[in-house]
């Protein structure tokens, strides 16, 4: 499992961000545009961890059998 790092964010830094908010129809598009983007992506990764993990135990198996 991937480990993400925590990040304080301070409000005098949130302060000097500028947000573009969307209409509401703007915003619809750009959900429909970017949902499946995002799905693929999660879809990928989970298949690339399931992938290394079990990578990860077939080298372990590998190396227990080769000890014995």
Do not use: Y
Not at 37 to 42: D, E, G, R
């Amino acid at each position: 499992m991937v480990q993400q790092e925590k990040v304080e964010l301070s409000k005098s830094f949130l302060e000097d961000i500028n947000v573009i908010i969307l209409s509401g129809s703007v915003a619809k598009k750009f959900s429909e545009f970017v949902e499946p983007i995002a799905l693929s992506v999660a879809k990928r990764e989970s298949e690339n961890e399931q992938s290394s993990n079990g990578e990860a135990e077939f080298r372990f198996r590998e190396s227990v059998t080769h000890c014995s």
